[in-house]
């Protein structure tokens, strides 16, 4: 089976742009988790999607948000980029979304905002 | 919500001695606990992970401890080798989500 897969893997964008993220789950998982990881903060949750619904957020403001498809892709998308928003953004998917449920993680988006 | 707390936040052992990384967490409801270890410039792989009905599970040289009554699990890895350095990440869940601890860098020394 093919991995999970994030497009595109480096951005550069500047402050008051928006971009979006995209990630491709593992065939058959139906729940894609978004992370933001930084130097200092380690792994935060952004959000979880499960049959095209958020069912769990994180604690970000609401310029970062994200939709699934029918097909359990995935998207993220951050409006009015701030500089603090240069992270490695992670995606996983798991089968089905439940707590126990194993992660796979894929390559990331690296984003830079100058 | 959960809090995950993982010391230390850097490890360096020589080669062929072996590395403990702890965790506490704060929710008692979490019943899962993966441990990922991500190597530079690269994705986190999960290396091995204990359900809270267990106490200890061990893969060859990595072993996973969990003591519910704590709430704290450590990962302990025998006979480390170069290849063993990267970060590693323990996880617990809690409110249906998986929470991170924020890394311990491990360095082998050869």
């Known amino acids: 089976k093919a991995g999970v897969t994030q497009t595109p893997r480096y951005l550069i964008k500047t402050r008051g742009q928006q971009v979006t993220l995209s990630c491709s789950p593992i065939?058959?998982?139906?729940?894609v988790s978004w992370y933001q990881q930084t130097p200092g903060q380690g792994l935060q949750f952004l959000f979880e999607?499960?049959?095209?619904?958020?069912?769990n957020k994180g604690n970000f403001p609401g310029r970062f948000s994200g939709r699934q498809f029918s097909n359990s892709r995935s998207e993220m998308n951050v409006s009015t980029l701030e500089l603090g928003d240069s992270a490695l953004y992670l995606c996983a998917s798991s089968l089905d979304g439940r707590a126990a449920d194993t992660q796979y993680f894929g390559p990331g988006t690296r984003l830079t905002v100058l | 919500g959960e809090n995950v707390e993982q010391h230390p936040s850097t490890l360096s052992v020589q080669e062929g001695d072996s590395a403990v990384i702890k965790c506490t967490y704060s929710d008692s409801a979490s019943n899962y606990f993966p441990w990922y270890k991500q190597e530079l410039g690269k994705r986190p792989q999960l290396i091995i992970d204990i359900r809270s009905n267990v106490g200890e599970k061990k893969d060859q040289r990595i072993a996973v401890t969990l003591n519910k009554t704590a709430k704290h699990f450590s990962l302990h890895i025998t006979e480390t080798q170069p290849e063993d350095s990267a970060v590693y990440f323990c996880a617990a869940t809690g409110n249906e989500k998986l929470t991170f601890g924020t890394g311990t860098r491990l360095t082998i020394i050869p």
């Open positions: 065939s058959g998982h139906r729940s």
């Open positions: 999607y499960f049959s095209e619904t958020q069912r």
